[in-house]
């Protein structure tokens, strides 16, 4: 039976990374593509999450009587599957755009569901229509923003057929003319977002047996790289209940007990953040989950409450430990804050909890001695895991209006400033690479607090999952600097325990 809307996520696809040289793995190994061996067989899906955003929209178009099916990612689903369910929409598409990085990757999901369904409006929304304004084109609707309360106004009208100009939040297409309509105000009441409809996604959550949470929208701090600010602007937060409800719902209905907190900065409010922990440990829900922080929002008194409630990874926006670079991204870090937030690390070691440290390699100012500086600190604090990420130029960010102070040129990947352009970075990431990796034995490792919670649903232990960790850093170092030599016994039995944890 044919379905009113479709909603289709998508996350982009590896090889256009790759090819755009947007991503830290092309200048190292990315973990399930190494130089030596092919680990794409075993781990394919790595990077196809469960979307929050899908079910979430899914649960305000059921609240107003639209049924729907749902597209997790795109580009990793079989084409038959895609093609069928475009196929048996009748009225609509709504196109995620949040984790794609490449226009054409935008372009390519809008001109497929044109094909195999002209009669479909094309709705998108999401960072892409923004970053990439010239994609909007190829939608008959964009949604800028928060898009619950918009997507329950503007859906019956899209159904009926309905003039749209006066929804908030919009853009729509007079020809050639784009036609903006008034801005929608936040959401005030997150509490008044439906609890998300999973079901939609359930063969998704099968594979999985994880789940994506939130508890609050927006950040305490400015970061000028960062665009989230534009989208959740200020700091909202759920009601706890609300929380707890949601996180029940789940088990009820899915027996999911492995969450990871999407929040921007779960530490905004440390006395909310402190009394939902309370909430979870009274509730005794069995659960474990993983969030991010800043790290000059975090206590050892906080780690202690987190743990307590069932947290067992934080991944912490660093970004850098040079305070000239901190202070041109807006976070004004103290020393004495980096000092505390070094000995936090290590008393996460202690407490059996994984602290993973998020570092941007090349925003402007960097230069040798700032890179350096980061290093020694990554040495010295010895996390469980670290990630590195290329300084990724957003349109609307606060950087973006402050172009002409660093003689920025360029956007998104690709981009030169008076002391670094982007083309230097894949050589200095491998440095950073082999210089902590080989010294420490850990792996820069994106999304470490989110995959530990994934295979942590799927039956693994915190020990195994480090170890795997320490294995896959092995073989990486060893293929940038074997060349054409041997795979030593260690390298085969590194890639035996990988295949083996990923099986």
């Avoid at 997507?151 to 050639?176: H, R, W």
């Avoid at 050589?427 to 082999?434: A, E, G, N, S, V």
Wanted: hydrophobic share 35%.
């Amino acid at each position: 039976m044919p379905e009113d809307f479709l909603l289709i996520g998508a996350q982009e696809p590896m090889r256009t990374r790759l090819a755009d040289n947007s991503n830290v793995f092309a200048g190292i190994p990315p973990y399930f593509m190494p130089y030596g061996k092919d680990f794409i067989k075993i781990s394919k899906n790595a990077y196809n999450f469960p979307v929050y955003a899908l079910p979430v929209l899914a649960a305000c178009l059921r609240k107003k009587g639209i049924s729907l099916s749902c597209i997790n990612d795109f580009y990793s689903e079989l084409p038959d599957v895609v093609t069928s369910a475009i196929r048996n929409t009748r009225y609509a598409v709504c196109i995620s755009t949040t984790f794609l990085t490449n226009s054409r990757s935008i372009v390519k999901i809008a001109k497929f569901v044109r094909h195999v369904n002209p009669a479909l409006k094309i709705i998108m929304g999401g960072p892409g229509i923004i970053n990439f304004p010239k994609t909007r084109r190829f939608a008959d609707i964009n949604i800028f923003y928060e898009g619950e309360e918009t997507i329950q106004e503007l859906a019956p009208m899209t159904c009926l057929g309905q003039d749209v100009s006066k929804v908030k939040g919009i853009s729509y297409f007079n020809g050639s003319e784009e036609i903006y309509t008034d801005a929608r105000k936040p959401i005030e009441d997150l509490g008044n977002i439906p609890i998300p409809y999973w079901s939609a996604l359930s063969k998704k959550i099968k594979e999985e047996r994880y789940l994506p949470i939130e508890s609050s929208r927006g950040c305490i701090g400015r970061c000028a790289f960062c665009l989230e600010t534009r989208y959740w602007p200020g700091v909202r937060l759920y009601p706890i209940e609300r929380v707890i409800k949601e996180i029940k719902n789940n088990i009820s209905r899915f027996s999911i007990r492995h969450y990871y907190f999407q929040d921007s900065n779960m530490c905004n409010k440390r006395t909310y953040l402190a009394s939902l922990c309370d909430a979870l440990h009274r509730e005794d829900l069995g659960i474990r989950w993983s969030c991010e922080s800043r790290i000059d929002t975090i206590t050892k008194e906080l780690v202690d409450k987190m743990r307590k409630a069932g947290c067992r990874a934080i991944t912490f926006g660093m970004e850098s430990a040079d305070p000239r670079i901190l202070r041109n991204m807006n976070k004004n870090i103290s020393d004495k804050k980096m000092k505390a937030f070094l000995s936090i690390v290590k008393y996460m070691r202690k407490r059996g909890l994984i602290a993973n440290i998020n570092v941007i390699v090349g925003f402007p100012g960097e230069d040798k001695h700032s890179i350096k500086r980061t290093i020694e600190f990554l040495l010295e604090a010895k996390p469980v895991a670290y990630s590195m990420s290329k300084f990724f130029l957003e349109r609307g960010a606060d950087i973006w209006k402050d172009r002409a102070r660093y003689g920025l040129k360029g956007s998104m990947h690709r981009w030169k400033h008076r002391t670094m352009q982007s083309s230097q970075l894949d050589d200095i990431l491998r440095h950073i690479f082999l210089t902590v990796s080989k010294e420490l034995g850990i792996y820069h490792w994106s999304s470490a607090s989110v995959d530990l919670i994934r295979h942590m649903g799927k039956g693994k232990r915190i020990g195994e999952f480090v170890k795997f960790l320490k294995c896959v850093n092995q073989i990486c170092v060893e293929d940038l600097r074997r060349g054409k030599a041997a795979y030593s016994n260690e390298y085969d039995r590194s890639f035996r325990y990988i295949t083996k944890f990923l099986s």
